[in-house]
């Protein structure tokens, strides 16, 4: 399930990209959330000045939770809030779909969290 752009990808500007906050930051907590429809995890993460925030991620295929725990992810924190099941998630974390499952965003060495991707 490999997603390309097509020759019908509008293209965005500099101004669309700059309203998309994304930024670095680490895994404190990762549990069970055995209501998902689809495997899943509830992953807090710690955005620095931005707080800690929550998510579900359909990453259980690849990512069991000692996986996940104070490793550096890369998140979308300025969508609104969405509701899924019982739990509320407050940030998209972000990864790459394949027929394996979705593989995370990865950060390549060290940034302070809240670091805004560039």
Same mark, same amino acid.
């Given at each position: 399930?490999t997603?390309q !752009?097509?020759?019908d990808?509008p293209?965005?500007?500099?101004s669309?990209?700059?309203?998309v906050l994304? /930024?670095?930051g680490?895994?404190?907590?990762v549990?069970a959330?055995?209501?998902a429809r689809?495997?899943?995890?509830?992953?807090? /993460?710690?955005f620095?000045p931005?707080g800690e925030k929550k998510?579900?991620?359909q990453?259980a295929a690849l990512?069991?939770p000692?996986?996940?725990?104070?490793?550096?992810i890369?998140? /979308?924190i !300025?969508?609104p809030e969405?509701?899924?099941?019982p739990?509320?998630?407050?940030?998209l974390?972000?990864g790459?779909?394949?027929?394996e499952?979705? /593989?995370?965003?990865a950060?390549?060495?060290?940034?302070? !969290?809240?670091?805004r991707?560039a």
């Amino acid at each position: 399930m490999t997603t390309q !752009n097509t020759p019908d990808t509008p293209q965005i500007g500099w101004s669309d990209f700059e309203k998309v906050l994304l /930024v670095a930051g680490t895994v404190t907590r990762v549990e069970a959330f055995p209501e998902a429809r689809k495997p899943a995890w509830k992953v807090w /993460v710690d955005f620095g000045p931005y707080g800690e925030k929550k998510t579900s991620a359909q990453i259980a295929a690849l990512y069991a939770p000692e996986d996940l725990l104070g490793r550096q992810i890369v998140g /979308v924190i !300025n969508f609104p809030e969405k509701q899924i099941g019982p739990f509320r998630s407050q940030f998209l974390l972000t990864g790459f779909p394949t027929d394996e499952g979705v /593989v995370l965003t990865a950060i390549e060495r060290p940034v302070p !969290n809240g670091t805004r991707m560039a």
